[in-house]
């Protein structure tokens, strides 16, 4: 989001702000993961927790 303000003119760069910003937010979104399913807010799609064994975190 901040790349043009920074003045980046590299066209190739744009691609890995774009990464790089699903990938903050990505991992912004797993921190908050055990706060979030007690409130029952669950953000990742069920069948990948269940393709990934995932098990809740006690």
Request: with cysteine.
């Amino acid at each position: 989001m901040t790349i043009e303000i920074f003045g980046c003119e590299n066209k190739e760069a744009f691609e890995y702000a774009i990464d790089l910003g699903i990938g903050m937010q990505l991992t912004n979104i797993l921190q908050d993961e055990k706060e979030d399913s007690e409130k029952y807010r669950i953000y990742i799609p069920q069948k990948d927790l269940k393709n990934f064994n995932y098990q809740k975190m006690t």
